[in-house]
């Protein structure tokens, strides 16, 4: 682990322990990340989207700091929750867009072409969070291989770190969600 990884976690820890300085000095730190993953975020909402890359990491970050019961390992587990955090406010939003529409509209998204099997696939935020739920109670933790791959941009190494799994096996349950949620999707 380099230093800049060593010292978020450390700072992240402080923090958890009551230090409420440690949260200044993790902002700047972290700040650059969590502005990728917002951009990761809204690149696949639609092109007509009101919340700005700055609004979405402030939102999330209102929400983290309100994170209370977190047990901080690392900063990858750090950057998974924020992602898991970023997808909700957005789920919240299309929600919130769809009912004042009722049922206008469907907000589409591009789903990676890692995701499925090497093409474009557009489906609507709700349709994932939907499936995402079902898989949930299916296999939580391929759920949670999905939300930290796709949704914080976490490599292999890092998300096999934060479910204290193997690379292979986080290998095999992303290629296993992959095809579930396509085949789920497109039912």
């Not at 322990?17 to 700040?31: N, S």
């Not at 589409?108 to 994932?128: C, H, P, Q, R, Y």
């Amino acid at each position: 682990m380099d230093d800049s990884k060593r010292e978020v976690t450390q700072i992240l820890k402080e923090w958890q322990e009551g230090d409420r300085l440690a949260l200044d000095r993790l902002i700047p730190m972290v700040y650059d990340e969590l502005r990728v993953i917002a951009k990761r975020h809204l690149y696949k909402e639609r092109q007509d989207h009101t919340l700005a890359t700055a609004g979405l990491v402030n939102e999330a970050f209102v929400k983290l700091v309100d994170q209370n019961n977190v047990d901080w390992k690392n900063r990858a587990q750090f950057f998974g929750i924020s992602a898991q955090i970023m997808r909700r406010i957005l789920l919240d939003y299309a929600k919130e867009k769809n009912a004042q529409k009722r049922g206008g509209d469907v907000i589409v998204l591009n789903l990676e072409e890692s995701m499925v099997t090497g093409k474009g696939l557009d489906f609507d935020i709700l349709a994932m969070e939907e499936a995402l739920t079902e898989l949930a109670k299916i296999d939580p933790r391929q759920c949670k291989v999905v939300e930290l791959r796709f949704y914080a941009g976490l490599s292999v190494k890092e998300t096999a770190d934060v479910l204290s799994v193997s690379q292979e096996t986080i290998h095999r349950e992303w290629r296993v969600a992959k095809a579930w949620l396509y085949g789920r999707i497109n039912n």
